[in-house]
């Protein structure tokens, strides 16, 4: 099975940049699609953005559509999120997911679950 692991978090101004990575083993890593959730203090977890075994798809939550993007390596075995123009509100514990099932992936269930990065965005 697969282990993700987070890296790339901090603290950001309003309307910088940050490239969250998540490293992957344990497992063939292109068998995996691969997801980007966030939960804020005080509330749920939420979907981020997704991609799929090879990179074909990708989905974003509506939040995040042109700002954020979804990509990944998997010669390193390695998902990238680069996050532009942040926000404050985006201020949260961004978790790297992967799951084998497709059917799980576009009901945006994750099997395998990283331990987060903080990313905190200044006003």
């Known amino acids: 099975q697969v282990h993700p692991v987070e890296s790339g978090g901090g603290l950001v101004q309003a309307g910088g940049s940050l490239r969250l990575s998540c490293a992957a083993s344990g497992g063939t890593f292109s068998s995996y699609a691969m997801g980007w959730f966030r939960q804020a203090p005080g509330k749920e977890r939420q979907f981020v953005a997704a991609i799929t075994y090879s990179g074909g798809r990708t989905d974003y939550a509506d939040s995040v559509k042109g700002r954020f993007t979804v990509s990944r390596d998997n010669a390193k075995n390695t998902v990238y999120l680069q996050m532009n123009s942040l926000e404050p509100e985006d201020t949260a514990v961004y978790y790297c997911?992967?799951?084998?099932?497709?059917?799980?992936?576009?009901?945006?269930?994750?099997?395998?679950w990283g331990q987060g990065t903080q990313v905190t965005v200044s006003s």
């Open positions: 997911a992967a799951t084998y099932s497709y059917s799980d992936y576009v009901n945006y269930k994750y099997g395998y």
